[in-house]
């Protein structure tokens, strides 16, 4: 699994973290503050891209200085997927301020596809082909 972190200044970037877990993949991202209605995720293609946003829902009651290391905004994440892995394999769940999610099979082994080998050039091949097609 390949991870794509967003660009600097685009919002924030929450941590990460993916370990396999027998042929699944799992996916733990630190969302603390989001909110569920906050957070996509979705399968694009061969890519699982996680998004969403942390608002910043305060109200300033006082004027003055204010210190916040908190970063909000709006956020990607995408991972690589294997082609053999569909929509329905992903399944996410969200407790105590952390996303995870499970992709089943993602590290299983695919069923291959054996590959006949002719003889000879490529031209003579495709015409002796054709020709025991034709009699």
Known sequence: ????????????????????DG???????DLP?????????EVKGRHLVIG?????E?????????????RYGSF????????SVTAEAVSASYDAGVLTVRVA??????????IEI???TPELVEATEEQSQEG
């Open 1 to 20: 699994t390949t991870i794509d972190r967003a660009p600097r200044g685009t919002g924030f970037s929450p941590a990460a973290e993916a370990y396999r």
């Open 23 to 29: 042929d699944d993949a799992v996916i733990r991202i």
């Open 33 to 41: 503050g989001v909110s569920t209605d906050d957070v996509t995720v």
């Open 52 to 56: 969403g946003s942390r608002r910043d």
């Open 58 to 70: 305060r109200e300033e009651k006082s004027e003055g200085r204010r210190f916040s290391e908190l």
């Open 76 to 83: 990607v994440r995408s991972f690589r997927l294997a082609p």
């Open 105 to 114: 099979g993602a590290y299983a082994e695919s069923e291959g596809h054996k």
């Open 118 to 120: 002719s003889t000879g």
